[in-house]
């Protein structure tokens, strides 16, 4: 019995008393609804992508962001992880950016590296690209993200943490010259374009460079001493270290590398150097035959390699 309800099909109507019959405008009403569910989600989807370029371009690329606190202050490091299509725990790569280089190129340079069997990392250290600052020319905050990078690597599943290699860029190379003197971690070291004995360079630094650091701290022998890294090296050293620099770097003088290179030597460690006659401090790809060798050889091969 009919109590004026209505069949189902009585009742989908549109509310102008649409003139299709009620079955096929369930139908319709049906495909409009999917129609907004599929553009709401192509919608999101873009909007994510617009938000961050780099994962969008990237299959094998994933956020490695995080926080570190100094006393009260916070800073927020960027960062991205390029993962290996190789399964199990492989050799991984910290990649520590204080240069002028962009985030995009060091996770381009990544999928080349990731494809040796390698996960690859790439961070800014504090006052580089999107990360906070200020960089307090490579201060406390810069060791402390390098040191809090290094923790996540180690602690993934998919990553060796016998077999991890740090890898500077600029002030990124101060920041990994400054963990190798106090986390024996890395297996391996590339310190690319930095300057390593403070309290020598400052004398010597072009007018253009005493004012960025100038804008970043006051040097006081007593700053320049802390973020020196030869002045911190420790008595032995049981690393390989590769020492990258461009011979016309106008900007940090090669002789910092060559003296970083000896004070390393005389310590035991195992020393590899590759200076660029007509490059300046952005050495580019330049570098990456000599990168490839020493990674192959004292980082995902299981045997040393004979320094030279």
């Known amino acids: 019995m009919n109590h004026g309800l209505g069949t189902m099909a009585d009742r989908c109507v549109t509310a102008d008393s649409d003139p299709l019959p009620p079955p096929r405008a369930c139908v319709l009403r049906s495909l409009i609804a999917l129609a907004l569910v599929a553009a709401l989600s192509a919608t999101l989807s873009a909007c994510r992508f617009a938000r961050d370029p780099i994962l969008s371009r990237y299959n094998n690329v994933q956020s490695f962001n995080y926080d570190i606190a100094l006393g009260p202050k916070q800073f927020h490091i960027e ?30 340079m990544s999928e080349r590296f990731s494809a040796m069997g390698m996960q690859v990392a790439c961070v800014d250290i504090p006052g580089f690209g999107k990360s906070s600052g200020p960089s307090r020319f490579v201060g406390p905050p810069s060791v402390v993200a390098a ?45 690319q374009s930095g300057a390593y004995d403070m309290v020598h360079f400052w004398p010597e630094a072009p007018l253009r460079t005493k004012l960025a650091i100038l804008r970043e701290v006051w040097p006081s022998r007593r700053a320049l001493q802390a973020r020196s890294v030869i002045e911190h ?42 200076y660029f006659p007509t490059s300046s401090d952005n050495l580019g790809k330049r570098v990456e035959p000599e990168l490839r060798t020493f990674l192959r050889d004292n980082l995902i091969a299981s045997n040393d390699a004979t320094p030279s």
Not at 94 to 103: A, P, R
Request: proline content about 6%; overall charge positive.
């Open 79 to 108: 960062g991205y992880l390029t993962r290996s299509s190789d399964q199990g725990r492989l050799p991984s790569l910290l990649v520590l950016n204080g240069s002028d280089e962009k985030m995009e190129q060091c996770v381009s």
């Open 147 to 191: 040191r809090h990078g290094l923790d996540l690597l180690a602690a993934r599943s998919d990553v060796d943490p016998n077999r991890i290699a740090v890898w500077g860029l600029g002030n990124g190379a101060v920041a990994a010259g400054l963990l190798m003197d106090s986390d024996p971690r890395p297996r391996a070291l590339i310190l």
């Open 233 to 274: 090296l420790p008595p032995r050293l049981q690393v390989s270290v590769l020492i990258l620099h461009g011979e016309s770097d106008r900007r940090i003088p090669v002789k910092q590398a060559a003296r970083l290179a000896d004070e390393l030597r005389a310590r035991g460690a195992k020393v590899w150097t590759c």
